[in-house]
């Protein structure tokens, strides 16, 4: 478990560094850092971006869109750069309207066709009944962090793992995309994986590959966890992690709820027709100063906090029992 130790850093406060070289330095905890959304629009807009994907033309024309829906836009570098306009591809990863708890987003898929904004409009609208629809498209979309003019971080390294993943074959059967930024190029190289939703960091090919086919004992991967961004919260996401550790990468498929009271988060599923709930307290950790990337630690005024998890365990508790019948 996370431990909330606070150690002075060792670190050369005139020294510059990469972000993500610091991180590294000071072994800092990825932990509760993905954000959290209802969905996430993926479109494909060529290169290059500026340093925030919503200032581009489409990002621009979408926001009002998806702002509202709490969905999050990421930019995708186009399979064929050549390609008409109208072929690019848009993806939407949105959770069911009115569900209760997160087990996956639903994908949704179609081309940008003659008005970009009036595909993700059907895609909305496809998204929002329960109702089968024929832009329903099941598949797996692995999103690498890419973008170099929002931290070169992310555009040396994450580029880098990229490469190495579209030469490895790894992902055979998934889509593998470059993408824009998407929070945490402090941790990089950082994936996401859609539509379980789960965010990654200081990523390998070795870790994208264990994730994506889930091999081996969550355990093993715990300490690049971010996060899941269908789950309330940092705090929420942080025992969710230490719960993977006891459950396993099975937990990933189960409608999961949760809450935090200031002190305790509560993770809740159903398991054979019965609430499972695991508890834990959720504090504030070591704090660190944090420099920009290739700026001066010690000319830095930021600082960045880890996620303590302690006293976690199962419990059965009849009041949630009594609300789910």
């Not at 925030?52 to 399979?79: K, Y």
């Not at 940092?234 to 990468?249: D, I």
Request: net charge negative.
């Amino acid at each position: 478990m996370t431990t909330s130790t606070q150690p002075s850093s060792n670190l050369d406060p005139d020294a510059k560094l990469r972000c993500s070289d610091w991180s590294r330095a000071t072994s800092l905890s990825p932990l509760g850092t993905s954000g959290s959304y209802a969905g996430y629009l993926l479109v494909e807009i060529p290169l290059p971006w500026p340093r925030d994907a919503g200032d581009t033309a489409e990002g621009a024309a979408l926001a009002p869109l998806i702002g509202p829906l709490h969905c999050r836009l990421q930019a995708l570098v186009p399979a064929d750069p050549d390609a008409d306009p109208a072929q690019r591809r848009v993806i939407l990863h949105a959770r069911r309207p009115g569900e209760t708890g997160f087990s996956g987003y639903r994908r949704f898929e179609s081309r940008a066709g003659g008005s970009l904004t009036d595909t993700v409009s059907a895609l909305i609208a496809a998204a929002a009944g329960d109702a089968p629809s024929e832009l329903e498209s099941p598949a797996v979309d692995v999103l690498v962090c890419t973008h170099g003019t929002r931290d070169s971080c992310c555009g040396k390294r994450g580029a880098q793992l990229a490469v190495d993943l579209a030469a490895s074959g790894g992902l055979a059967g998934r889509n593998l995309w470059r993408t824009s930024h998407m929070g945490g190029h402090r941790f990089a190289p950082t994936f996401l994986v859609l539509p379980e939703g789960t965010v990654w960091g200081f990523a390998d090919t070795d870790l994208v590959s264990r994730v994506v086919h889930r091999a081996g004992d969550f355990a093993g991967a715990a300490g690049q966890y971010r996060g899941c961004p269908g789950l309330d919260g940092p705090q929420v996401q942080a025992l969710e992690a230490e719960v993977l550790r006891q459950v396993g990468w099975s937990l990933l498929d189960r409608r999961r709820t949760g809450s935090f009271d200031g002190i305790n988060a509560l993770l809740t599923w159903q398991e054979d027709g019965q609430p499972v709930t695991w508890t834990g307290e959720v504090r504030p950790g070591r704090t660190v100063a944090s420099p920009g990337c290739m700026e001066p630690l010690g000319a830095s005024g930021k600082s960045e906090t880890e996620w303590a998890v302690t006293a976690v365990h199962r419990r059965h508790d009849p009041v949630l029992a009594n609300q789910e019948e």
